[in-house]
């Protein structure tokens, strides 16, 4: 089976959850599958080289200079032109858009459509997030041939949100466990720190967070908390000064060697997100046998089980609570750590993969 990807989320996202998804199945699909991407511009590191994966002559960019979102929008008209060719000329099996925009629609394809749901979060939260997306999300949803969700909480949520959607319709396929075969780093790290992963704004709860945590850092001068992601923003920057915790959190640009390095020496990773679709840094964190602290909210039970400390991530209190017993109790600690990595056996690219061909050959 030849199947289509689109530009999407490559030409967009330099690294990622949903491009790091991709790429894993990418690695992990038999030789039953043949995937392509149609892309001509690619910004993603998961894919960067890989000429095997392309259809055309690809030109890897990475802008980052004044004016670049024009920049970024002119890459995304060029690669989505590409895209429409490659739909209406290129040999192939299946299309699966690899975001939400439905442009594709307008190629006249006539090859099955998968598509993948991360997440609901912009229809749970419309007013973060605008009604593009929504009804963007909500045209691919109903118009394409199959979906797969992410966990059981995503196949609830869609079904809540668009009961007319039959549940035979999704099949849910659970992500794998990435960072296998990164060497981590060697670059030095605090000694005492807490780990925080990926984007902060919104709904990733991150200034609630480091409030509920203040008695801590001040309790504690050595204990940092290290954020592995995007530089500071100006209004966290502020609210770092202004609580007199500028020394005590820190940004940290990381790639796969600084992460695996920071999860193996953290003295736990915390997820106080309000809703994911999965969760992917939880299973990197039980790999690495870090100690794991959760929100106890959408799909963080159904991926940790009971191989976590779990918060209500609205109570700074219980956030307090969770992370302070996970820094002080050894016992603890050793416990989660375990579980953790006895939960790892419930997720494997290869299995994935298999899952998905399954859906694949299921529509042809």
Known sequence: MKVLYDYQKFSTQKVGGITRYFAELFNAFS???????????????????????FLHKVRDFDFNFRGRKFALAAVERLNRWCAMADLRNADYDIFHPTYYDTYYERAGIRAPVVVTVHDMIQELWPDVFGSRIIGLKKSQIFGSDHIVAVSENTKKDILNIYPEISPSK???????????????????????????????????NFIPLISALCPLFKADRELKLLCAGEKFKPYEITFLNENGLSDSVIQVDADDSML?????????????????????????????GCP???????????????????????????????????????????????????????????????????VYAGLL
């Open 170 to 204: 999704i099949s849910v396929i659970y992500h794998g466990v990435s960072l296998h075969g990164v060497r981590p780093s060697d670059r030095p790290l605090p000694e005492k720190f807490i780990l925080f992963v990926g984007k902060r704004d919104g709904y990733k």
């Open 260 to 288: 695996l390095a920071m999860y193996s020496k953290a003295r736990l990773f915390v997820f106080p997100s309000l809703y994911e679709g999965f969760g992917l840094p939880i299973l990197e964190a039980f790999s690495a």
């Open 31 to 53: 030789d039953n599958v043949v995937p392509y991407v149609s892309i001509r511009f690619n910004r993603n590191l998961y894919i960067s080289g890989r000429e095997d994966l």
């Open 292 to 358: 794991v602290c959760l929100s106890d909210a959408s799909c963080f039970p159904e991926i940790a089980e009971d191989a976590a400390v779990y918060f209500d991530p609205m109570d700074g209190d219980s956030i307090l609570d969770a992370v302070g017993r996970c820094l002080s109790d050894e016992e603890l600690r050793n416990k989660v750590i375990r579980k953790g990595r006895g939960r790892l056996g419930a997720f494997d690219w290869k299995r994935s993969a298999h899952s998905l061909e399954n």
